[in-house]
């Protein structure tokens, strides 16, 4: 295979067969050091390891780092072998679960008596970008978390991206009551959710799909999109995080109805909401 194509990241080899000049195969080692293979991109260049069998084939195995149309050249005391310079296609590598990672409001706040959502972007070992269709990311919410439609899978988007859409399962006046019962009457947020993706990548012996980067994630529960609720539902998630949340912070005081006195960071999930 290692001849024709290969993948980012996972190793592929040949082998060479070694024929007298009759085209006999030869059934003894011994010209590992007159053999040489590189392979070569545009910027890449790779000299490969070859091991003699001792049976007349020699064994090659590597694993490129990066997708592309490569050449491999095969020579024999410098000379070209048969077939050489092969032109290897190397796909890109695979979706890898522990580099994909969410973005947007959703991931951070969850807004009660509105669909919430984040978006998924597909990225394999080397941290890049992957345009894959189909793939399963599941999801999976503990309450009072939902999804809307019951789909255990993220919407595909159609150009590399995947959509979690989830809700909170009170309206905004059931858990208004909910938490002025237990918390006090001016309470607006107070818990936060949970929300796990999860992808199989094949690295499970078991086949078990992996939580992705930041995965589970734990929005904080917002009663409104107001000012407040919203910082306080980013306060409580960041708490839930260890404080390592730090998209929107709780800092400014606030005047109701302007965002005079939001933070930068603030704004910008202001703005969004």
């Known amino acids: 295979e290692g001849l024709f194509h290969g993948v980012a990241g996972v190793k592929t080899t040949f082998t060479i067969q070694h024929n007298d000049h009759l085209g006999n195969p030869e059934v003894y080692g011994g010209l590992d050091s007159s053999l040489t293979a590189v392979l070569e991109s545009t910027d890449l260049h790779y000299d490969l390891d070859i091991v003699d069998n001792d049976d007349g084939t020699y064994t090659v195995e590597y ?10 050249s095969i020579m024999l005391d410098d000379c ?4 050489s310079p092969f032109h290897p296609v190397i796909k890109p590598a695979p979706v890898a679960a522990q580099k994909c990672h969410a973005d947007g409001i959703g991931v951070y706040v969850a807004i009660v008596g ?9 990225r394999n070992l080397f941290d890049e970008p992957v345009e894959v269709q189909n793939a399963k990311f599941f999801v999976e919410a503990d309450p009072p978390l939902k999804i809307p439609d019951g789909s255990a899978v993220a919407k595909d988007n159609g150009d590399g991206t995947y959509t979690v859409s989830y809700e909170v399962d009170f309206t905004p006046q059931e858990y ?7 918390e006090g009457k001016n309470s607006e947020m107070v818990k936060t959710g949970t ?7 094949g690295t499970h012996i078991a086949k078990i799909p992996q939580n992705i980067m930041g995965s589970p994630f734990h929005p904080g529960i917002a009663v409104s999109n107001s000012q407040e609720s919203i910082a306080a539902a980013q306060a409580a998630a960041q708490m839930q995080e260890g404080g390592n949340t730090t998209f929107m912070t709780t800092s400014s005081a ?20």
């Open 63 to 72: 694993q490129p780092t990066r997708k592309g149309c490569y050449e491999l």
């Open 80 to 83: 070209d072998i048969y077939g």
């Open 114 to 122: 509105q669909v919430n959502s984040f978006v998924i972007h597909p």
């Open 176 to 182: 208004a009551e909910k938490q002025n019962g237990s």
């Open 195 to 201: 929300i796990r993706v999860l992808f199989d990548d």
């Open 254 to 273: 606030y005047i109701p109805g302007s965002t005079n006195n939001l933070t930068p960071e603030q704004k910008i999930l202001w703005d969004h909401l």
